[in-house]
Structures are given as structure tokens and as C-alpha cells.
């Protein structure tokens, strides 16, 4: 079974930065595509970031020039790097496998950005 584990959250001043990790336990390079996703206080989850195989990125418009998304396949993980947070980028970040038939879930880091 295929695990996937964020980690890097925790809580900074506005204008700070944070680098989330993903780490699969199976290959990184099996996946299609790896995503960040997000879910803010009493909001629905929304997508962050994602970067293909091939490396190809896109972003949600609200983060885009402030967050970076790379993988590291021979180390089966994937980052987000995270500059210029403000407090609307508070919430639970997921990180997203996508595999051949189904999607891999990680059970989220927190990321609390002070005003």
C-alpha cells in the first residue's frame, strides 16, 4: 500500500517562508503527477500547485511568484516552498500521488500564518 506523508507546517509571521515536504513510499516517478492542495478554515479544499513527471508546473493564481513546487524522485519526494505567506494561505496542506488508477492522499500538515 502506497503511503504518502507531508511535512514542514507549522506557524510563521506573514511575509515568512515554509518549505512542505511529500514523501511517498513507493517511487515518486510512478506518479503521473504530483499536487499540493489545501483547505483554509470553513473553506472547501483547493488546489495549490502541481508538477507532472516531465516537470511541467501550474499554480493557483493566488500563489503564484510566491510558491515554488519541485520533486526529488530519487528521493521520492516532493516540496513546496513557500514565500511571502500571508494569513489567507492559513489551512491544512495535502499532498496528492497521482497514480495509474487511483490518487494518494496524505493526511495534511498544518501551516498557520500570523498577521
Known amino acids: 500500500q502506497v503511503q504518502v506523508m507531508e511535512s514542514g507546517g507549522g506557524l510563521v509571521q506573514a511575509g515568512g517562508s515554509l518549505r512542505l515536504s511529500c514523501t511517498s513510499s513507493?517511487?515518486?516517478?510512478?506518479?503521473?503527477?504530483i499536487g499540493w492542495y489545501r483547505q483554509g478554515p470553513g473553506k472547501q479544499q483547493e488546489f495549490v500547485a502541481r508538477i507532472s513527471r516531465g516537470g511541467r508546473t501550474n499554480y493557483t493564481e493566488s500563489v503564484k511568484g510566491r510558491f515554488a513546487i519541485s520533486r526529488d524522485d530519487d528521493k521520492n519526494t516532493a516540496y513546496l516552498q513557500m514565500n511571502s505567506l500571508k494569513p489567507e494561505d492559513t489551512g491544512v496542506y495535502y499532498c496528492?500521488?497521482?497514480?495509474?488508477?487511483?490518487?494518494?492522499w496524505g493526511q495534511g500538515t498544518q501551516v498557520t500564518v500570523s498577521s
Open positions: 496528492n500521488g497521482e497514480g495509474r488508477s487511483r490518487n494518494y
Open positions: 513507493a517511487s515518486t516517478f510512478s506518479f503521473n503527477a
